[in-house]
């Protein structure tokens, strides 16, 4: 059985589709037209198709009469084979949800804390029976730097990548190397901080990294007392959307 995946994020889509769980193609774009979808669709002989966007102006009308296939557009009503115990599901980012559903996957028998560096970077938690109890969330890299420049009069705005990429020092010696010191460094005290309170409340535990900065922060988490139990998934969302329809199908064959 092969699945289209389609995850519509903030700036780009991507598509993959998955033999049973194994992803045998990926593209990202802007965005797709409904004749590439189709084309996709007919190439790989698909099923199922999962659509998912975090985007509130996302425009479904199309993309649910993709021809020859069955298509679900995932959101909060969505069933899943997960317990959500968050407070207002309505308002859960299907992005989150989708991200503890891969993390299950991942990890069916362990507690695992799921870790997504976007816009936001988001930290949810789901126990080792499966139970999403919620998480929280707090200002990505990008937004860090901005809002210091936004918020103050004098602080300028840091938007050379690739020297923070390549900052390792403990502190600045100039304001540049200050705000990015405060930035990297407070994430990585964040990230560290989550993982031994999460710990405390379950002695087995696997952490994701996915989203767009997990490779430089894993990196950088390298060395720390936690190394052994982070992994890097660049498709944890994918995969998420891709376990939801598995789990429709067998709830209906």
């Known amino acids: 059985m092969a699945n289209l995946i389609v995850d519509i994020g903030n700036t780009f889509t991507k598509i993959l589709v998955f033999s049973g769980n194994q992803i045998v193609f990926s593209d990202r774009k802007e965005t797709f037209s409904i004749s590439e979808l189709e084309s996709t669709v007919e190439k790989f002989r698909i099923n199922q198709v999962i659509i998912s966007s975090v985007r509130s102006d996302a425009d479904f009308g199309g993309l649910r009469h993709i021809s020859n296939a069955v298509v679900i557009q995932f959101n909060n009503n969505t069933p899943v084979p997960i317990s959500n115990l968050y407070e207002t599901p309505e308002t859960l980012g299907v992005d989150r949800l989708a991200g503890v559903i891969g993390a299950k996957e991942i990890f069916p028998d362990k507690a695992v804390l799921a870790i997504d560096f976007g816009s936001c970077i988001t930290f949810d938690f ?6 999403y109890y919620g998480g929280s969330i707090s200002p990505g890299l990008k937004m860090r730097f901005k809002a210091m420049h936004h918020f103050t ?44 309170k999460y710990n405390e409340i379950s002695g087995d535990l696997k952490v994701i990294l996915c989203g767009g900065d997990s490779s430089f ?6 060395n720390s007392i936690f190394a052994h139990q982070i992994l890097v998934e660049p498709n944890l ?17």
């Open 153 to 196: 009069g004098k602080l300028p705005e840091v938007d050379d990548a690739k020297s923070t990429k390549d900052f390792s020092a403990t502190f600045g010696k100039n304001t540049k190397e200050s705000l990015q010191a405060g930035v990297v460094n407070g994430i990585l005290f964040e990230i560290e901080g989550y993982i031994k």
């Open 237 to 253: 969302v994918p995969i998420g959307l891709n376990t939801v329809v598995k789990y429709q199908y067998d709830q209906t064959n």
């Open 126 to 131: 789901i126990d080792e029976k499966g139970v």
């Open 217 to 222: 922060f894993d990196s950088r988490l390298k």
